[in-house]
């Protein structure tokens, strides 16, 4: 069964850090690009960043571009998001997401609980 | 980047009824839309890639269309368990970008 399991969410003053992390389980970890979309309380979803299987490619919203850093272990089955520079804007549920290639583009099919990141002083 | 464009933001409808979301595209992504529904407190559910296709396990009374910039998810029948906040998302290109939502309640 395919699980991903995010973690490290929290309170975290304007301007400071947080680093999330996904746990995934039930498929060839380093096989699959991953996602993170996020949601503000009360609003919809927005795609935040990808990376490839291998993690070479790397891509992100213009919003967080220059702040966030998504990175994966394919030892550890395990994706990241180290996120900087932290703004109010910034407060939303994170999830996780697995990808999968359909007709060569890849696209969500399973979904982390997510985690809370409150900014606020 | 592409615009996604849902409608309605919102319809009431019964059990047992018809229901259909559109999503338009700002421009053309052939058929590189997915689905996803969204229940109350809960993640996202992933329902149909490549536009129509159902992922693994998603019940049939689901079924999308659509290619270019003009897409449709239709519920079939419409069930107690399907109230929730629908979204579409293009994966045509980055960034990618999801509609806005169509919450769909009880009438």
């Known amino acids: 069964e395919v699980q991903v399991l995010e973690s490290g969410g929290g309170l975290v003053q304007p301007g400071g850090s947080l680093r999330l992390s996904c746990a995934a389980s039930g498929f060839t970890f380093s096989s699959y690009a991953m996602s993170w979309v996020r949601q503000a309380p009360g609003k919809g979803l927005e795609w935040v960043s990808d990376i490839s299987g291998s993690g070479g490619s790397t891509y992100y919203a213009d919003s967080v571009k220059g702040r966030f850093t998504i990175s994966r272990d394919n030892s550890k089955n395990t994706l990241y998001l180290q996120m900087n520079s932290l703004r109010a804007e910034d407060t939303a549920v994170y999830y996780c997401?697995?990808?999968?290639?359909?007709?060569?583009?890849?696209?969500?099919?399973?979904w982390g609980q997510g985690t809370l990141v409150t900014v606020s002083s | 980047d592409i615009q996604m464009t849902q409608s309605p933001s919102s319809l009431s409808a019964s059990v047992g009824d018809r229901v259909t979301i559109t999503c338009r595209a700002s421009?053309?992504?052939?058929?590189?839309l997915a689905w996803f529904q969204q229940k109350p407190g809960k993640a996202p559910k992933s329902l149909i890639y490549a536009a129509s296709s159902l992922q693994s396990g998603v019940s049939s009374k689901f079924s999308g269309s659509g290619y270019g910039t003009d897409f449709t998810l239709t519920i079939s029948s419409l069930q107690p368990e399907d109230f929730a906040t629908y979204y579409c998302?293009?994966?045509?290109?980055?960034?990618?970008?999801f509609g806005g939502g169509t919450k769909v309640e009880i009438k």
């Open positions: 998302q293009q994966y045509k290109s980055y960034p990618e970008t």
């Open positions: 997401a697995k990808k999968a290639v359909y007709s060569g583009y890849d696209c969500i099919d399973y």
């Open positions: 421009q053309g992504i052939s058929n590189y």
